[in-house]
């Protein structure tokens, strides 16, 4: 039986076989590509029967991150809604097991388009279809009643932007090798300015056609939910535009294009227009939120970068980290802009 780094193979498959119903062994497990935080393995049984396994980086984690048990209960909850999500099968909190919490879901059969090439097999009515679809996905989480599908309790529902604001802070001052004077004046920019928090949603948190399974045009899963919480929509909203780069705009040297960027996607204004109209909020301050989603970005990717850099993330991962200390400064950077228009 081949050893996959992450995955105790021996007791894994045994609660496997105890815990999922209809599974056959032995089991094929596999890292799959993309990723720089939780794990996630492709898990394919005698039958071809697949399945998707998320536990947490190896090595040690930041205080609260990585919360399998979270994650299992988000997707769980929305199946009961219109948001399109895989099918949650079961939780493991036993470390015994694999040395750390994991959960099984269901694979989503399809593509996560994680950049231009991938985006330019889809035919262009497609791509304008799915980013239709990408916008509407986004406005019925926004409309979902959390305490109606029993995620009431994910999170304090006031202040968002300043819990956020705290919380990276906290990430950035614990996690960053060297000063870097952007962060803290956008930082202080983004207290300053804070607009007033209408009402509350669930958040994604992660909101991108890199987090996405897509199939003839459409949305059929949303992944990666360990950021979800309760809070201000517009800073989904935020997070989508930024990701939303067109052909012509500047993209992160040595990474590749985007996905949008193979065209033939609605424009911002078509993504702003369509949630206006779809949920009533007003995105007069939509900047503001653009500005802080790439500040929480550049926090976000300095953990990752350390991660990286001590060897949490395993051996022999493919990942230029030079490429990625340069990608948080341009992401600093892009929030102070945004703030000083």
């Known amino acids: 039986m081949r050893t996959v780094e992450g995955i105790n193979t021996l007791a894994v498959t045994r609660w496997l076989c105890d815990n999922i119903d209809g599974v056959t062994p032995p089991f094929e497990y596999s890292l ?5 935080s939780n794990l996630t393995y492709r898990v394919l ?3 071809d029967r ?3 396994l998320r536990r947490p980086p190896l090595g040690h984690v930041l205080e609260s991150a990585h919360d399998m048990g979270r994650e299992h209960k988000i997707i769980a909850a929305l199946q009961a809604s219109d948001v399109p999500v895989a099918a949650a099968l ?10 750390a919490p994991f959960y099984v879901m269901e694979f989503v059969d399809g593509t996560v388009l994680a950049d231009a090439a991938l985006a330019s097999e889809l035919s262009v009515d497609e791509r304008k279809s799915l980013g239709h679809h990408v916008i509407k996905v986004l406005c019925d989480l926004h409309t979902v009643d959390a305490e109606g599908v ?16 705290r919380r990276w802070r906290k990430q950035w001052e614990s996690s960053k090798t060297e000063e870097l004077p ?7 920019l983004l207290v300053g300015q804070k607009p007033e928090q209408v009402g509350f949603t669930i958040v994604h948190g992660d909101y991108r056609l890199g987090n996405m399974i897509v199939r003839e045009g459409a949305l059929c899963a949303v992944l990666d939910w360990e950021l979800c919480t309760l809070g201000d929509p517009l800073a989904d909203v935020g997070y989508l535009l930024n990701d ?3 052909p012509d705009e500047l993209i ?10 193979a065209g033939g996607f609605p424009s911002r204004d078509d993504l702003i227009a369509a949630y206006a109209q779809g949920t009533g909020r007003d995105l007069g301050s939509i900047n503001y939120y653009r500005a802080f989603s790439h500040w929480r970005l550049a926090a976000i990717g300095q953990g990752v970068y350390k991660r990286y850099l001590v060897g949490a993330m395993g051996k022999d991962r493919d990942f230029d980290l030079d490429s990625y200390k340069q990608s948080v400064t341009r992401r600093a950077n892009a929030a102070l802009e945004l703030l000083t228009l």
Not at 182 to 188: C, G, K, L, S, Y
Not at 252 to 261: F, N
Request: charged share 25%; with cysteine; glycine share 16%.
């Open 252 to 261: 992160d040297e040595g990474r590749a294009q985007g996905p949008i960027a």
């Open 182 to 188: 952007a962060m803290d004046e956008a930082i202080r």
């Open 45 to 47: 049984d005698a039958t």
């Open 150 to 165: 029993g995620l009431g309790d994910l999170g304090r529902r006031e202040a968002y932007l300043d819990r956020q604001i």
């Open 32 to 36: 799959i590509a993309g990723g720089h």
């Open 50 to 52: 697949a399945l998707v």
């Open 244 to 246: 939303w780069n067109g």
């Open 90 to 99: 079961g939780l493991c909190t036993d470390n015994n097991i694999n040395d």
